[in-house]
């Protein structure tokens, strides 16, 4: 066990529909990472949240957005949604090293998302 | 793309036999760590490496880091079927706001 909560662990919802994706990270850590994955896109970072603040974006999509409440969880909205949305999201927990790069880091389960 | 690159893409084995994978990167990191993933679940973090670090153990894992090759390997000895999984190299960049980037990964098939 991670220490990752993630959910839900399923969802299936239409095209057009809108989702939100809870994560609430291992005790202690401030910083919440959200990565999309996809069989043929491998593991995408979207986007990264320190301690309530957006430290680093990936490759997220203008309809995905994202925010770390004062508890720290994070909430992930995908809004119409497309087929190609279809994938496992995982959300990851750290802490930071000295000079400030990422340690290692603890996954959740992932919540895997079908879109029809 | 700063994303780490493994190499190979798959591999094969025979229980018992050890299985190197590779990994390769672009600009300077912080740190590098491997990763394993079992079908349909969470990442579990393996081992971290840092730039001033060129080899580290655990158990049956061996990491090397060569900073001047930008490359790193992961060595598991006497596999496992239970080591059949998917494993990933990911990069720490040096910088503000450094972020872990994921390469695409290895996948394991170890044979009973």
């Known amino acids: 066990d991670s220490g990752v909560t993630q959910t839900p662990k399923h969802l299936i919802t239409a095209t057009g529909q809108r989702v939100t994706l809870r994560c609430s990270p291992r005790?202690?850590?401030?910083?919440v990472y959200w990565y999309q994955q996809s069989l043929d896109q491998g593991l995408q970072f979207l986007i990264q949240?320190?301690?309530?603040?957006?430290?680093a974006k990936g490759n997220i999509l203008e309809r995905f957005s994202a925010q770390q409440f004062p508890d720290l969880h994070s909430e992930l909205n995908l809004s119409s949604l497309e087929l190609g949305d279809s994938a496992l999201y995982f959300c990851?927990?750290?802490?930071?090293?000295?000079?400030?790069?990422?340690?290692?880091?603890?996954f959740g389960e992932g919540s895997r998302l079908t879109v029809l | 793309s700063q994303q780490g690159e493994e190499d190979p893409q798959a591999l094969s084995i025979q229980e018992g036999e050890n299985a190197t994978m590779n990994c390769s990167y672009k600009?300077?990191?912080?740190?590098l760590q491997w990763y394993r993933q079992n079908s349909g679940r969470g990442l579990v973090h393996l081992i971290l490496i840092r730039s001033n670090e060129r080899e580290k153990h655990s158990g049956r894992l061996r990491v090397t880091l060569d900073t001047s090759k930008k490359s790193s390997s992961l060595l598991i000895t006497a596999s496992r079927a239970a080591d059949t999984a998917s494993y990933f190299c990911a990069t720490a960049y040096t910088g503000a706001n450094s972020k872990l980037t994921f390469g695409k990964g290895i996948t394991l098939s170890v044979r009973p």
């Open positions: 949240y320190y301690n309530g603040e957006e430290r």
């Open positions: 005790s202690g850590d401030l910083s």
């Open positions: 990851a927990s750290t802490q930071y090293l000295a000079g400030g790069a990422p340690g290692e880091l603890f």
């Open positions: 600009t300077s990191i912080n740190n």
